[in-house]
């Protein structure tokens, strides 16, 4: 399901009109976190030929079961980073103030 503000706009991306309810005549994804490095860094341009080149499209059928699903490539010491990060963030301060009040 579409959220209803994608499905009944007016204006999708300033140049598509449709109805509300209507279904759209293609579809387009793109991976930003496949950028190569440093493409922010190049003139206009040439940041179009490579987004241009990693963009997919489907018809107004939409793109297939799982085409777009693909695992990101994360190393361990990534995943620990985030996961201490994360686990100290939202239990850190209950932790702490459980350490405060108990223990004096």
Excluded: Q
């Excluded at 449709?18 to 040439?46: N, Q, W």
């Excluded at 994360?74 to 932790?95: D, K, L, N, R, T």
Aim: glycine share 8%; with cysteine; proline share 4%.
């Amino acid at each position: 399901t579409f959220p209803a503000w994608e499905i009944c706009s007016d204006r999708v991306w300033g140049e598509v009109e449709r109805t509300c309810g209507m279904a759209a005549s293609s579809y387009h994804v793109l991976d930003i976190f496949a950028l190569p490095d440093g493409t922010a860094k190049l003139d206009v341009m040439e940041r179009r030929k490579i987004v241009e080149g990693m963009v997919k499209s489907a018809g107004p059928e939409g793109f297939k079961e799982g085409a777009n699903a693909h695992t990101s490539t994360i190393s361990f010491v990534e995943e620990a980073a985030v996961c201490f990060v994360f686990f100290w963030m939202m239990g850190g301060p209950f932790i702490v103030l459980f350490l405060l009040l108990y223990t004096a």
